[in-house]
């Protein structure tokens, strides 16, 4: 459960910084966001990608708390 998780305690086992952060809907900060990842000064972590056919099988997969990243549903136009 995640409610059972340190995180200020696992980082710096780790040797890492923990920042914790809310974020609402904005478009300005998704922009931001988006420009951050754009720079790589950001680098999302995607674990699978999945066509829009294939979402109860994402959904499936997300269930299973293996995943090591984001999970991507891809949407053709």
Same mark, same amino acid.
Do not use: C, W
């Given at each position: 459960?995640?409610?059972?998780?340190?995180?200020?305690?696992?980082?710096?086992?780790?040797?890492?910084?923990?920042?914790?952060? %809310?974020?609402?809907?904005?478009?300005?900060? &998704?922009?931001?966001?988006? *420009?951050? +990842?754009?720079?790589? !000064? =950001?680098?999302? $972590?995607?674990?699978?990608?999945?066509? %829009?056919?294939?979402?109860?099988?994402?959904? &499936?997969?997300?269930?299973? *708390?293996? +995943?090591?990243?984001? !999970? =991507?549903?891809? $949407?053709?136009?």
């Amino acid at each position: 459960s995640l409610l059972n998780i340190k995180p200020n305690q696992t980082a710096k086992r780790l040797g890492v910084r923990y920042v914790p952060f %809310l974020m609402e809907a904005d478009g300005q900060q &998704l922009a931001h966001i988006g *420009s951050l +990842a754009a720079q790589g !000064i =950001i680098k999302p $972590i995607i674990d699978r990608t999945y066509p %829009l056919e294939q979402t109860k099988d994402a959904l &499936l997969y997300l269930q299973t *708390s293996r +995943a090591t990243g984001k !999970i =991507i549903i891809e $949407i053709g136009l």
